[in-house]
């Protein structure tokens, strides 16, 4: 397995995979893939696992304000293939994203896990992310209120 940067031509394969994640009704609020132009200006840190020339995984970060306070947060987001989960590319995906997050400069990574998924919350926590809270009813998918785990990691390297 590889782990390198995204590329712009790595975009099919990695919408797949995140169109999957969103069927599955366990990974996000969203309900349809953005387009490349918007996705990319908005994920300035991002990798793929590669495996035969396919992308079986990415993971991404999005900065969680434009606020010069929080200029060293942001959310990421990780998505492995079905065909490819319980091999350890989830972990290699977020140890590559954690040392390019500090490669640039961040110092808080979060995320937001819906708590059925349990495999998203045991990968996280394996990699230094700590439970900060429960939020309630934060949200609605498919009509139904849902609660996420919000999850964060403080940088050791970053002071």
């Known amino acids: 397995m590889l782990i390198r940067d995204l590329r712009p031509d790595d975009w099919p394969e990695v919408a797949a995979i995140y169109r999957d ?33 396919r992308v079986i995984g990415w993971a991404a970060l999005a900065p969680v304000s434009s606020r ?15 065909d490819a989960q319980g091999r350890g590319v989830g972990h290699a995906l977020m140890d590559a994203l954690i ?37 309630k009813r934060i949200a609605k998918r498919d009509g139904l209120w849902r609660d996420t785990v919000l999850m964060e990691r403080r940088s050791e390297v970053i002071e």
């Not at 979060?110 to 045991?122: C, D, K, R, V, Y």
């Open 21 to 53: 994640g969103m069927r599955g009704g366990m990974a996000t609020f969203e309900t349809e893939v953005p387009k490349w132009d918007a996705w990319h200006e908005t994920h300035p840190v991002r990798v793929v696992a590669e495996t035969d020339e």
């Open 68 to 82: 010069w306070a929080y200029r060293g947060v942001a959310e990421s987001s990780v998505y492995v293939a079905r």
């Open 99 to 135: 040392e390019r997050s500090e490669r640039a400069g961040f110092w808080t990574l979060q995320t937001a896990i819906f708590p059925e998924n349990e495999a998203s919350l045991t990968l996280h926590r394996s990699v230094g992310f700590r439970v900060v809270g429960i939020r």
